[in-house]
């Protein structure tokens, strides 16, 4: 049994034109996977699928053997978490200690173990200092890092990106690549939708979705070497994979250079 | 014509005393045709509140900006038509899908001429023209915005925008959230714009790539100072970028890592991905 098993799941607002169709997918406890897909391929659907914010047309979602459905999503959200784009769209509180204490509010945590889960989960994320300022005063990566800080204080086992850093500077999304890092490391599921192939590089594994469908779905090495998966997908592989796939193979340092610029796009 | 800055310095919050400087003593010309320029920095560098002196929507503290031949300064001047001046110079906001807010998308382009005092039948005809200019064809006019795509909506916002005929156009990050083919078709778009009417366009960006790949001009702010107004390619051979918290664009990045590694005389500085495959065949091929 998986971690994370999504079931023949189809989805629709109208009842005619289908957002998602048909998705199974399998995600183990630990894995980095990134979604990929053009905009309005249903990733992001998908996400608000995942946490029980929208209901599925057919099909079904587990999370740790748990079924969710309307009775259970109170239970499911204490197993996922979700960072969404625009930070100042999650915000609820006047303080930022408000807003990292919403989520375990909403878990009836006791107050005193919360303030002590408030002190250590900002001061993770760097935001000791900014407990009693108003979140709008913040910068677009320090309200991306509450928001992580609250998600983090409810110690859910998964949490999805879902495209986290596209409002942010570069410096301020290396930052919280960064981060995102140290939560994997620490075994904590990560679910990243994204149609940034420079973020989805940190990955070990690629989903692609086109048009409400997988399109492909497989290691990130095994994936990059199949342009045509991206070129049919209004994606874009790295750089210097991209570059790499333009010289020939019948020279040896033109081979070496290949073999660099692969080794380049894993190492960043 | 056009805009210049003289020795602009805008503190926020505007006329407190515990302010600080978002712009310093900004000094520089836009010419009202053909320009493509691209404004970089870090966040808080100040490139927001330097595109928004550039039509009247706020005002220095000190010095000047002269807007298509009106001075706009601390004082208010009773004789210059602050609201003409925000018909010269077009602003478009970050995520401007957002503003959307009228049920059909010809409502919502009519919507600033109207405001503008323009009839409603002319306004509807400007409707048609701007969002052909836009890319999208006169069927779209009908069209609820909400059911649109992110990309589809970012357009119609646009032609919002170009139905009150600017001469200058800025856009704050216009590409940020797009997928790979929606910014490379909203480069398209604005490059279309430009061969078709001439008009400056101003792009606030964060992606190097597409400031080295398209644009003619590079203004870079830091800490609300200018320092730098000059060619992207001259810009990109410094190498102290990093001094403004800037990045490279990939292809120089990727063919530096090259030209270490390999210990190759190659020339680093192409645009796109053809051009470097070409620079290494040359280099390292037989």
Redesign the interface.
């Known amino acids: 049994m998986s971690y994370i098993e999504i079931e023949d799941l189809s989805f629709s607002y109208t009842g005619k034109r289908k957002i998602l169709e048909n998705i199974n997918l399998l995600i183990e406890q630990g894995e980095w996977v990134a979604v990929l ?4 391929s249903g990733k992001s659907t998908l996400a608000k699928l995942m946490i029980g914010l929208l209901d599925p047309m057919s099909g079904s979602i587990k999370i740790d053997s748990t079924l969710l459905e309307e009775e259970t999503t109170y239970e499911i959200r204490k197993k996922i978490g979700i960072v969404f ?2 930070p100042d769209n999650q915000f609820v509180g006047v303080t930022v200690k408000d807003d990292i204490a919403f989520g375990m509010e909403n878990l009836l945590v006791p107050r005193a173990e919360m303030l002590e889960k408030i002190d250590f989960f900002a001061r993770k994320v760097g935001m000791s200092d900014f407990l009693d300022k108003e979140p709008a005063s913040l ?3 320090q309200k991306q890092r509450v928001a992580i800080a609250g998600i983090l204080a409810m110690q859910t086992k998964i949490i999805i990106f879902d ?1 986290a850093t ?2 942010l ?4 999304r290396a930052e919280l690549m960064d981060y995102i890092r140290e939560l994997h490391d620490e075994g904590i599921t990560i679910i990243m939708i994204t ?1 940034d ?1 420079e973020e989805a590089m940190l990955a070990d594994r690629l989903v692609i979705l086109k048009e409400g469908k997988i399109h492909a779905d497989g290691a990130k090495k095994q994936l990059l070497g199949q342009p045509e998966v991206f070129e049919t997908s ?3 592989l790295p ?2 994979i ?2 790499a796939g ?3 193979n019948n ?1 040896d ?2 081979k ?2 290949k073999e ?2 692969w080794e ?1 796009s894993f190492d960043r | 014509m056009g805009i210049q800055f003289r020795q602009v310095s805008y503190h926020y919050p505007s006329g407190s005393i515990n302010f600080y400087p978002a712009i310093s003593d900004i000094s520089l010309s836009i010419a009202a045709k053909g320009e493509f320029i691209a404004i970089v920095g ?3 560098s100040g490139k927001s509140t330097l595109a928004q002196h550039m039509n009247a929507l706020i005002f220095p503290t000190s010095g000047e900006v002269e807007i298509f031949g009106s001075v706009v300064s601390k004082r208010r001047d009773k004789k210059v038509k602050y609201n003409d001046l925000r018909q010269k110079v077009g602003l478009v906001f970050q ?1 401007p899908e957002y503003q959307l807010f009228e049920e059909t998308v010809e409502k919502d382009i009519m919507f600033g001429p109207i405001n503008f005092k323009v009839p409603v039948e002319e306004a509807r005809e400007i409707a048609k023209k701007a969002i052909v200019m836009v890319g999208l064809d006169e069927s779209y006019l009908r069209r609820n915005p909400f059911n649109l ?3 589809e909506k970012r357009r119609v916002a646009i032609a919002g925008i170009l139905a009150l005929d600017p001469e200058i156009l800025v856009l704050d990050e216009p590409t ?7 910014k490379k078709q909203m480069m398209e778009l604005f490059k279309d714009i430009q061969d078709k009417t001439g008009k400056t366009i101003i792009l606030i960006t ?1 992606d190097m790539d597409l400031v080295y790949e398209h644009t003619s001009r590079v203004i870079v702010l830091n800490d609300g100072l200018l320092v730098y107004d000059g060619s992207p390619d001259a810009l990109f051979k410094r190498d102290d970028l990093a001094k403004y ?1 800037l ?1 490279y664009p ?2 120089i990045r ?1 063919l530096s ?2 030209k270490e ?2 210990g190759v005389d190659i020339d680093v500085y192409q645009k796109d ?2 051009s ?2 070409n620079v ?2 040359l280099v ?3």
């Open positions: 897909g053009h905009n309005g784009q625009n910068s677009g990566g495209e596209s409002m500077d570069p410096y301020a149609h192939i209004s994606l874009e750089m210097a991209r570059i333009m010289l020939e020279d340092k033109l070496a250079v660099y610029l380049f | 870090h966040t808080g995520f795509s992110g990309g940020s959230g797009l997928d790979p083919q929606g964060h918290h990045n990939e292809t990727v890592a090259i590694r390999f991905a053809i470097a495959a290494i065949r390292m091929g037989q």
